[in-house]
């Protein structure tokens, strides 16, 4: 299996630590895992060895830019799924797919990490119902999930 990881934080913290982790994890397995990254950011370079790394600088939510640069990269590369790793990235990935066609895009998986509830706005609302799995890091969040809506069926608990 293909998997395109999207990380758009320029600092290092444990999610974007988790993403490399990820990413170096799968390769040792024998898959291929391409990350799109803050080319400015610490992942990036941390990352820089490893090959099939690609910039990807979105500002905002709503960066249709980064979003078209995503959705070409996605057609060229065609892997079997987009791992989102920060609700950022959620936003991007989603419009990419969108730009993309939902046909021609693969599944949306997403890391959910934080204990906080999913923004109430309508963009929000939109970005998360385009996620086809997210990945809880407890049943605590899952269960946050569950109460800004996102059914269980489209949750899995690793830990």
């Known amino acids: 299996m293909f998997s395109l990881h999207v990380d758009t934080a320029r600092t290092w913290r444990g999610g974007q630590h988790q993403a490399l982790l990820t990413v ?68 991007v990935a989603a419009l990419a797919r969108t730009l993309a066609g939902r046909r021609a895009a693969p599944p949306l998986i997403a890391s959910r990490r934080v204990d906080f509830h999913v923004r109430g706005n309508a963009f929000s609302r939109w970005k998360y119902r385009q996620v086809d799995r997210f990945i809880c890091a407890s049943s605590a969040i899952r269960d946050m999930l569950a109460d800004d809506g996102v059914p269980a069926a489209r949750t899995t608990v690793v830990h």
Request: overall charge positive; cysteine-free; glycine content about 8%.
């Open 24 to 91: 170096r994890g799968l390769r040792r397995r024998g898959e291929r895992a391409a990350l799109a990254a803050q080319p400015r950011g610490e992942l990036f370079r941390r990352a820089a060895e490893g090959g099939d790394l690609h910039a990807l600088a979105p500002r905002g939510d709503l960066d249709l830019r980064a979003a078209w640069r995503l959705s070409r990269l996605v057609r060229d590369l065609a892997p079997d799924v987009i791992h989102a790793h920060d609700a950022h990235a959620i936003a």
